[in-house]
């Protein structure tokens, strides 16, 4: 393990603690710029010497040797793979130097997401969707990643740590979806982040896509295909809800046809019987049967049927009883 102080390393090295002297330390130790922003970095010794500098692409400090402090400050910086190092010149004229670590990042110009169809024409159900995120002009690429979005959900994040540029570049990548109904009119986004770790700006420097909402096309289905009802009284109305879920919306017709109503998603009968509704759009089409049962027989239409068959049985044997009392007499004249 290794401690650093002003001008001193401290090595603890598991069973001696020893103290080596340091000719220079530079603080911070790394800094994290944004291309053409301004940064600066402090180089400090406790030495006596006979010159403290900096050397760097921008912004070198000629040595001095009445300093103990020397800072090194870009006011605009424009290289890309800079490593700016602070040198000390003992009083031996040996050198000693300290290099500042300086990770350059730029924030990508555009964020963009579309959609890569393998096929023309609308976007039906069952199809695979593929979402395209490109990213301009971002630098480093290693320390970037893509964020994807449904909705206000992350559902994936593409990295590239493996790509060691550190100039800018374009970068894209896909996400592979399956078109469901459940997915029409909602919206995606992509994001791309710049990690840049503890010495870098928090939160993550963030270039955010436009929004994609889905457009999927699906034909109309019914949760339930047969619906059974009971009439409570004869002729009375009974409302019929054959609404349901399309894109494009459907359009409905019944079979038998309803006069006045055939086109319409809800309509009322007022007779028993099957009813068959069916849904369409340019995608497809489903049906549903509605089956009326009559209305059961009412008490007073119970007791007007027994009156009427009684009446009806009565009559029944009075011609009867009359045929053979006829009969009879007929019989006895002819003896």
Request: one cysteine or more.
């Amino acid at each position: 393990m290794v401690l650093m102080d002003l001008g001193l390393r401290v090595l603890w090295t598991g069973a001696l603690l020893s103290v080596v002297s340091v000719a220079v330390v530079i603080t911070p130790p790394k800094v994290v710029v944004e291309y053409g922003g301004p940064t600066s970095a402090v180089c400090t010794t406790n030495l006596t010497h006979m010159g403290l500098g900096w050397e760097a692409p921008q912004g070198p400090v000629e040595a001095k040797a009445d300093v103990q402090s020397l800072t090194w400050t870009v006011d605009n910086l424009t290289e890309w793979d800079i490593s700016p190092y602070c040198y000390l010149t003992k009083t031996n004229h040996d050198q000693e130097i300290e290099k500042l670590q300086v990770l350059v990042y730029k924030v990508p110009d555009k964020v963009s997401l579309s959609l890569v169809q393998k096929s023309s024409g609308p976007l039906v159900e069952g199809n695979i969707i593929e979402l395209h995120c490109r990213v301009e002009n971002a630098a480093p690429v290693k320390d970037m990643v893509i964020d994807w979005f449904k909705g206000k959900d992350k559902v994936k994040t593409d990295q590239f740590f493996r790509d060691t540029t550190i100039t800018p570049k374009n970068e894209s990548r896909n996400m592979t979806i399956i078109a469901k109904r459940s997915l029409n009119g909602l919206e995606y986004r992509c994001e791309a982040l710049l990690h840049l770790g503890p010495e870098g700006p928090q939160p993550p420097p963030t270039k955010t896509s436009e929004t994609l909402r889905l457009n999927i096309y699906y034909v109309p289905k019914f949760l339930k295909e047969v619906e059974m009802f009971q009439q409570m009284k004869e002729e009375e109305g009974m409302v019929l809800n054959c609404t349901v879920e399309g894109n494009p919306p459907p359009s409905y017709s019944w079979t038998p046809p309803i006069e006045g109503q055939n086109t319409r998603s809800v309509v009322t009968v007022k007779t028993a019987g099957n009813y068959t509704c069916r849904a369409s759009n340019p995608h497809g089409s489903h049906q549903k049967l509605f089956i009326i049962s009559p209305a059961p027989i009412r008490l007073q239409d119970r007791t007007t049927f027994w009156a009427i068959l009684g009446v009806g049985l009565v009559l029944v044997v009075v011609l009867v009883a009359g045929y053979l009392v006829k009969k009879k007499m007929s019989s006895l004249s002819v003896v």
